[in-house]
């Protein structure tokens, strides 16, 4: 059973500074946004950064609550990936944020939290991040031979520019060359 509590055993400052005697040269930028504290890591570091801060008996950062994405496509390494980290038994919240270019591959943390299953997945489908060594890496909302990934800032918001096909349907609401629609008499 995991014991929770409602008293934080840091404050932000005091855990920032536990972060940083913790990872050391692994922290880039760090800071404290609205009470939170975020840290920067290099992707090369990012299995190692991870095993440390959830094996750490201080931090005991053992719940990945969420994994998400940003797009900067005028940055050269274009896509920000957003950890949000968890310690139940010492009321934590760490965020950790790495970058990487259009094309480069992420280690997957699903060998450290099995929540990063789907999560990383729905990042591949929706911004075309790969994560190397995930077990299952395919679409999750969009079909698999689906070319785009909608989430990134060039998709057109009103849907890419494509030949009718099953996602679209002509003006008289059907589906050209579908036997479905024709007169059976």
């Known amino acids: 059973m995991i014991e929770t509590t409602y008293d934080q055993k840091y404050t932000s400052n005091e855990l920032l500074e536990k972060v940083g005697e913790l990872l050391g040269s692994s922290v880039g930028n760090s800071e404290i946004y609205r009470d939170d504290v975020v840290i920067e890591v290099p992707v090369d570091q990012l299995l190692s950064v991870m095993d440390r801060l959830k094996s750490d008996a201080d931090l005991d950062m053992t719940m990945l609550v969420d994994v998400t994405s940003v797009h900067w496509p005028d940055d050269d390494r274009e896509f920000e990936l957003v950890y949000h980290l968890r310690s139940l ?97």
């Open 89 to 185: 038994s010492k009321n934590l919240l760490l965020t950790v944020k790495t970058r990487v270019a259009d094309g480069e591959g992420v280690p997957s943390l699903t060998s450290f939290w099995r929540s990063a299953n789907w999560q990383e997945r729905e990042v591949y489908d929706l911004m075309g991040i790969p994560f190397e060594n995930h077990p299952d890496l395919r679409r999750i909302l969009m079909p698999e031979d689906y070319p785009w990934h909608p989430l990134r800032k060039g998709f057109p918001l009103e849907g890419p520019d494509f030949p009718v096909d099953a996602y679209q349907t002509d003006a008289r609401l059907k589906v050209e060359g579908d036997k479905f629609w024709e007169d059976p008499a």
